[in-house]
């Protein structure tokens, strides 16, 4: 899990507990759940991947598959996932108007 400050999922597990309290009868079973994940997982930040980019398609570095295809007429971004031995699945990304570095950004 990559996310910008330790302890984030901690306090979003914390206050969700907290907000269906029940009288005090908090379910541990989901904080010991978020300790271990978090224990399996450290907290770190994403690190940009290198890519080579022709213009159209930007490859694994050496690759042969696309991994994002950009379509430079119409603005158009399509990540490419591949699942298995199945064909790729193309997935158009939309704008964001807005970036924030914080995913819970209202």
Same mark, same amino acid.
């Given at each position: 899990?990559?996310?910008?400050? $330790? ?6 597990? #914390? #206050? ?6 029940? &009288? ?8 010991? +759940?978020?300790?271990?994940? &978090?224990? +399996? /997982? @450290?907290?770190?930040?994403?690190? @940009?991947?290198?890519? =080579?980019? =022709? &213009?159209?398609? /930007?490859?694994? @570095? ?9 379509? @430079? ?10 699942? &298995? ?6 997935? $158009? ?5 807005? /970036?924030?570095? #914080?995913?819970?950004?209202?």
């Amino acid at each position: 899990m990559n996310v910008a400050e $330790p302890g984030l999922s901690q306090s979003l597990v #914390d #206050d969700r507990a907290h907000s269906r309290d029940r &009288g005090g009868k908090i379910d541990m079973n989901v904080r010991r +759940c978020a300790i271990r994940l &978090g224990e +399996c /997982f @450290p907290v770190r930040a994403a690190q @940009p991947r290198p890519m =080579d980019f =022709d &213009g159209r398609v /930007f490859r694994k @570095p050496g690759g042969v598959a696309p991994q994002m295809e950009w379509n @430079p007429q119409s603005g158009q971004m399509t990540v490419v996932l591949y699942f &298995g031995t199945r064909p790729a699945l193309r997935v $158009p990304l939309r704008s964001v108007p807005q /970036f924030s570095t #914080d995913p819970w950004a209202a």
